[in-house]
């Protein structure tokens, strides 16, 4: 019995990913293909992204990354290039976020953790705000630390 599916633009697309992650595994010349794909379904799908997209995003500098952590762990360590703009201190800081980061911006918003939800507080706020390219970095610092991707603090 065939299975339908309602559209398949996004079940290719995961397809596509995947297969080119696979294939990226095998050859490194694919490495490169793999980013732009992360990069092209990162921007296109709303919510959460995973490491691989969001490295991708990182090492084509396709995004602002944003700490929703408090400013005093966001100084003691965060993701190389990371804004802080806080849950507790959103108010205060968004004024001058929202002065430098054009509205049409990809943002990916994270914390230190999947089980934290300040990233997620901080992504509503933003898109409350009038920013619609928002995503959350589900891993969060955690994730990227082990990972041993660029950090800073």
């Known amino acids: 019995m065939p299975l339908h599916i ?8 995961k397809l596509f990913t995947t297969v ?8 490194p010349s694919l490495s490169q293909l ?3 794909a992360s990069v092209a379904l990162a921007k296109e799908e ?3 992204l995973d490491l691989s997209a969001t490295k991708a995003l990182f090492d084509t500098h396709s995004a602002c990354f944003v700490d929703a952590r408090s400013e005093y762990v966001y100084y003691k360590s965060h993701i190389t290039g990371a804004i802080s703009l806080s849950d507790s201190r959103f108010e205060e800081q968004f004024p001058d976020f929202r002065h430098n980061k054009a ?9 230190k953790e999947p089980s934290c939800g300040m990233a997620r507080h901080v992504a509503k706020k933003l898109m409350k705000n009038g920013y619609r390219n928002v995503r959350v970095f589900s891993g969060g610092l955690i994730e990227w630390a082990h990972a041993g991707f660029p950090m800073e603090g």
């Open 6 to 13: 309602k559209s398949g633009k996004p079940l290719r697309r």
């Open 46 to 48: 709303s919510g959460e």
């Open 34 to 36: 793999h980013a732009a």
């Open 20 to 27: 080119i992650i696979l294939l990226s595994s095998i050859s």
């Open 103 to 111: 509205i049409e911006t990809l943002i990916v918003v994270y914390c």
